[in-house]
């Protein structure tokens, strides 16, 4: 497996999306280098993320939503290795992931698909707002 991209390489979004499901970790299938550098690239990646997450490939969709909750995570103060940095940090999470449907990326398609709307619905009002 890859390591993760260094935060000096250019990211260009389209490729990582296309690459998405490229070199799993071994140990951590969720995870790929792409999705580590989607989460580092941040809410740029949102709206691609979203359109993946409403893949028929669940692969995709597994993917897609580690990418779209790391970059979430990562703006309310998660650091992988050591968690939350934030007191409130994992409460604002879970409640902003519950209002939006708790998506789930194995749920049935119709659960997928009312998630996916209102995760929309959110990226309409919040645009490029720093923070949810």
Request: charged content about 25%; hydrophobic content about 40%; proline content about 8%.
């Amino acid at each position: 497996m890859s390591p993760r991209p260094s935060a000096h390489a250019p990211i260009d979004i389209g490729t990582l999306l296309t690459q998405i499901d490229a070199d799993p970790d071994p140990l951590h299938s969720d995870h790929t280098p792409a999705v580590w550098a989607l989460i580092e690239t941040g809410r740029p990646a949102l709206p691609g993320l979203l359109n993946l997450m409403a893949s028929s490939n669940e692969e995709t969709r597994l993917h897609a939503q580690r990418a779209f909750e790391g970059i979430l995570m990562a703006e309310m103060g998660f650091v992988p290795g050591r968690g939350f940095s934030t007191p409130d940090g994992e409460d604002r999470f879970r409640a902003l992931w519950a209002g939006q449907g708790s998506y789930d990326w194995n749920a049935d398609e119709d659960a997928r698909e009312r998630s996916l709307a209102a995760w929309r619905a959110w990226l309409d009002r919040e645009g490029s707002r720093a923070s949810p």
